[in-house]
């Protein structure tokens, strides 16, 4: 079955440490997102690339680094410059032309301690 | 960026009700989807709805695109209907914007 695929689904960090969430897609949509949730609120836009080896900063891209050198695969840095990165972080993809909408993954749940 | 607005913020319906959640938004759009995030985080779409109205079970929505507003109903609510509803859109710059959802809860 097509999908999207994110992993770990828990991760805990210690401050000042960079790590990075792993997003796959099997569906061969051409744009990759990604978005943080915070609890009790909506989903904000960090990052997202519509073609490999391109991508473009979202509405809260502060902290966060990307990259896109596969189709299938679009990995989000979380760095020591990150404030305040323990929250809920999904991945979407979508197709460009065909009016099919986003396809989410399950999610990284992210705590530093 | 386009504005998005969901009412109400919270609703909690005896098992059997029907319920009627809404979307407002600022400008046209190209996309719109109404989403369900069940107790652990996974986004469930429910409807790819730029316009007019489409029927699953018993979810259905319609989207009046001319007014800007968009409206997600459930008959005979379940107690797993619970969860957190979302409407989103995408309008000319490709990025879809969230509102802050529905908070809907079944009693049994």
């Known amino acids: 079955d097509g999908g999207i695929t994110q992993s770990p689904k828990y991760l805990f960090r210690k401050e000042g440490q960079n790590v990075t969430l792993s997003c796959e897609q099997n569906?061969?949509?051409?744009?990759m997102y990604w978005y943080r949730q915070d609890p009790g609120q909506g989903l904000r836009l960090i990052y997202y690339s519509q073609i490999v080896n391109d991508f473009q900063k979202g509405d809260i891209a502060e902290g966060y680094s990307v990259s896109r050198e596969k189709k299938e695969s679009f990995p989000l840095t979380v760095t020591s410059a990150q404030k305040n990165p323990t929250a809920f972080y999904l991945c979407?993809?979508?197709?460009?032309?065909?009016?099919?909408?986003?396809?989410f993954g399950s999610g990284t749940r992210l705590t530093v301690v | 960026g386009i504005q998005v607005e969901q009412s109400p913020p919270d609703l909690i319906l005896q098992e059997g009700a029907n319920s009627t959640l809404r979307c407002n938004f600022s400008d046209s759009v190209n996309n719109l989807q109404w989403f369900h995030q069940n107790p652990w985080g996974q986004l469930i779409n429910l409807f790819y709805i730029p316009s007019g109205t489409k029927q699953n079970g018993r979810l259905s929505a319609t989207t009046v695109a001319t007014e800007r507003y968009s409206l997600l109903y459930i008959s005979s609510s379940q107690t797993t209907d619970s969860g957190v509803y979302f409407c989103?859109?995408?309008?000319?710059?490709?990025?879809?914007?969230f509102g802050t959802g529905t908070r809907l809860t079944i009693i049994p």
């Open positions: 989103a859109v995408e309008g000319g710059n490709e990025k879809l914007t």
């Open positions: 569906l061969n949509h051409d744009a």
């Open positions: 979407a993809s979508s197709i460009r032309q065909g009016g099919y909408g986003y396809t």
